[in-house]
């Protein structure tokens, strides 16, 4: 009975977004042009999709921007690359519209995560795949159509970065091919800047904006990354979490050990490490290290305001993730993103599966992301987290124990610190973030507006360094596979996009 109500609710919301929406001539002439161009427009996608984009690959990386380039480059935009040592070059364009009255940069990254191809189905990342439905969903390959015939906008198109995030760099050009084709210009100055390296942490990134100050003052960054509402309406944010790591291994014996000769004695690292991270968090997922929420910045009434509008999306995520619970004590998502978290994205000790072995391990290692909100800072929190390990009786180390360290220490941890930038948020009361969400309502309907995202951007360099407000524009659906094998894309999503990036191209 439950279930049916929150499925009545959402089928409410969605249609009374339906009724919202309402068209801007931009958005109109972006879905018109879509509607007879899709093959090109897929085209185009798979051909990006199709170059290999991690950042450390440093001749595919450049092969991708030269390719971002030459497609803005084809819309009549002035294009150039930021270059900075050791870096991916930033793709930068310009379109002047005479008598502007503000200046908006969109942002987007042409790069992706790390990849797995086993782990992908069909093994190839790189070789974009059209599929009936989501694989959840039990979707199967499908060829791409034939000209003529249409893209059912259920549809699937699997490859890395789909959705992360080389979807609103597509729906971009395809906004510019809409509106050149109507005659509509842009309505501000439009920048774009287009980064190389965000999934590898951007950790070049501050220097490029700060060689590039002047080039780069605007009126406000529209962030063009994250997913859209788990209903599929549309969702503007306003801040991201910030993002730091760190790598904990603990010690057992100098090689493994017999476990029928030596198991009840050797101290076993994976037990141990177990036991430290269990200490960490109570079993409502509470993060129970020492002053480690100290400083979390309030709310606001405006932000308060948006989580009691935003729907309630918790119990149709558990029936979709096949989950009986969830952490927080009884908070929603939306509430939770709101505070630090603290993430244990993988383990290593020895071996499990067909080449487990009877062995007391010789170490265990665990590796912990820690997402921050606004008033954290992302050395303090990594400090909190090595403390607590001390006050757990653990010698802490940075590099590789000695022998004679070893001896001394009963309990040894190494800690390896793995950078990370700080927590930012703009003010949902400035005009520019009203106008924003008002462009993007006339075009897609009703907005559902959030204080954070759950994800990082390092947007703290453009809120903090350049003083300039940064406003988070998603597109793609919320079950992309994002960071992990099998990443999609819903074809409505992109057709969605196209809608969004015109309305704010030529945003009044």
């Not at 000769?261 to 409502?284: F, I």
């Not at 908070?331 to 020895?350: A, V």
Request: hydrophobic share 40%; charged share 25%; proline share 6%.
């Amino acid at each position: 009975m439950k279930l049916r109500l929150v499925l009545i609710s959402f089928l409410s919301s969605l249609f009374a977004y339906q009724v919202f929406a309402q068209s801007s001539p931009a958005a109109s002439a972006a879905r018109a042009y879509r509607q007879a161009h899709e093959h090109e427009i897929i085209e185009e996608f798979v051909n990006l999709l199709s170059i290999p984009n991690v950042a450390s690959d440093t001749p595919n990386i450049r092969r991708n921007a030269e390719a971002v380039s030459r497609m803005l480059e084809r819309r009549g935009v002035k294009t150039r690359l930021l270059e900075s040592a050791e870096a991916p070059p930033v793709v930068y364009g310009e379109i002047n519209a005479p008598g502007a009255m503000r200046t908006l940069i969109f942002y987007a990254h042409y790069d992706g995560q790390p990849i797995e191809p086993a782990k992908w189905t069909g093994g190839d990342p790189f070789k974009p795949t059209l599929r009936s439905a989501s694989l959840e969903a039990g979707g199967k390959d499908i060829p791409f159509p034939s000209r003529g015939q249409k893209f059912d906008p259920e549809w699937r198109l699997y490859a890395r970065s789909t959705g992360d995030d080389k979807a609103p760099i597509i729906a971009i050009c395809a906004a510019l091919d809409a509106m050149r084709e109507k005659g509509i210009a842009p309505a501000s100055n439009i920048k774009f800047f287009f980064e190389g390296e965000e999934e590898a942490g951007s950790p070049h990134l501050e220097k490029i904006v700060e060689k590039y100050r002047d080039l780069l003052k605007a009126d406000a960054w529209l962030i063009c990354d994250g997913p859209v509402d788990q209903t599929r309406r549309p969702q503007i944010y306003f801040g991201a979490r910030g993002v730091t790591g760190l790598e904990i291994t603990v010690y057992g014996p100098r090689r493994e050990l017999h476990s029928g000769h030596y198991g009840n004695w050797a101290p076993n690292p994976a037990m141990m490490l177990a036991k430290l991270l269990a200490s960490m968090k109570d079993d409502d997922g509470r993060v129970l290290i020492k002053d480690y929420y100290d400083g979390v910045e309030a709310l606001t009434e405006t932000e308060k305001r948006a989580f009691a509008e935003a729907p309630d999306n918790d119990a149709l995520l558990k029936r979709e993730l096949g989950l009986g619970w969830s952490e927080g004590a009884g908070k929603k998502l939306i509430e939770l993103i709101n505070l630090p978290s603290l993430n244990i994205r993988g383990f290593l000790s020895s071996s499990v599966g067909a080449t487990a072995r009877n062995v007391v391990p010789s170490t265990a290692t665990a590796s912990i992301d820690i997402r921050l909100v606004k008033g954290l800072d992302h050395v303090k929190a990594v400090d909190r987290v090595i403390e607590h390990i001390r006050a757990q009786g653990y010698h802490v180390v940075e590099t590789e124990p000695d022998e004679a360290t070893r001896l001394k220490y009963p309990k040894i941890a190494k800690v390896i610190r793995q950078g990370g930038y700080n927590a930012s948020k703009t003010s949902m009361d400035l005009p520019i973030s009203r106008d924003i969400v008002a462009a993007v309502e006339i075009a897609r309907g009703k907005v559902i507006r959030m204080p954070t995202l759950g994800g990082s951007v390092p947007l703290y360099i453009f809120t903090d360094n350049l003083k300039t407000p940064c406003i988070g524009i998603p597109i793609a659906n919320h079950d992309n596979n994002q960071h992990s094998a099998n990443e999609n894309i819903r074809l409505q999503n992109l057709w969605d996009g196209i809608e969004t990036m015109a309305a704010l191209l030529t945003m009044k």
